[in-house]
């Protein structure tokens, strides 16, 4: 899979969200997105899932424009949006009974991925009476449902107890052993745990994009990484 950003900018009204951001991806790994609030990385990863028209530049998916190609490439995409919506009054397997018939995908890869992120036991209860890290998985099965090849999760681990973070994290892993993810997040130490590259933006704009070896170990938390290379 390869995935191309050339050039794109967005704005919402007359603020500036993107500022000519030029990212490439050729290979499957796990890519942290990091930046304060505000940097733009929600409007970044809203930009590639398509949910987000793409005014200025393009956003290409094996060369494929994901505009112009809009159902085929979102097919290839899984998106966790940051706040994670869900249908709270339905049941879990309601509900991803329903992501899978968007998809047409089967009941056999449904009881599948139930089993991959851990959500057995809560199959048969309501979203609503789950606890933040079980929706969070259910959040996490509909984006790979249909096995796509790039996964963007919006800060996957917000607001989740440490236990929960931990687990989370081992089903992001594995999912990342063949597959390509762009999580974002906050904490430096998810970052250094899971990702092979760092992508830093600070006011719509990329200011490093790096190997985590780059990382490893320089930095106590993401705000002393922006100081170094933004000051
Ligand atoms: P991040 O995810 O890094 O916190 P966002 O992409 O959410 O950053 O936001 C980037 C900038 O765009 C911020 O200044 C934010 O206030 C602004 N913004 C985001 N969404 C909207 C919107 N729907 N309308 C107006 N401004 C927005």
Do not use: W
Request: proline fraction near 3%; glycine fraction near 6%; charge should be negative.
């Amino acid at each position: 899979m390869s995935l191309q950003i050339k050039n794109l900018s967005k704005s919402y009204g007359a603020q500036l969200a993107l500022s000519d951001i030029n990212i490439q991806i050729e290979k499957n790994e796990i890519i942290g997105l990091l930046g304060p609030n505000g940097a733009g990385k929600s409007t970044l990863m809203k930009s590639i899932a398509g949910v987000l028209d793409i005014e200025q530049g393009e956003i290409l998916l094996d060369n494929e424009s994901i505009k112009a190609n809009e159902i085929r490439t979102k097919n290839r995409i899984g998106y966790l949006p940051e706040h994670n919506p869900l249908y709270q009054e339905m049941y879990v397997r309601e509900y991803l009974n329903f992501v899978a018939s968007l998809h047409n995908v089967s009941d056999e890869r449904i009881e599948k991925v139930i089993d991959l992120v851990g959500i057995t036991s809560e199959k048969t209860k309501k979203i609503h009476q789950l606890s933040k890290g079980y929706k969070q998985r259910i959040g996490l099965a509909q984006a790979i449902l249909h096995q796509p090849d790039l996964l963007i999760l919006d800060e996957p681990t917000n607001g989740l107890d440490p236990n929960q973070i931990i687990e989370i994290r081992q089903i992001i892993k594995a999912i990342g052993e063949s597959k390509t993810v762009l999580l974002s997040t906050h904490i430096m130490q998810e970052v250094e745990t899971l990702c092979s590259r760092v992508i830093l933006i600070h006011k719509g704009q990329v200011v490093q994009d790096a190997p985590i070896e780059d990382f490893r170990g320089k930095y106590r938390n993401v705000e002393d990484a922006f100081v170094h290379y933004t000051k």
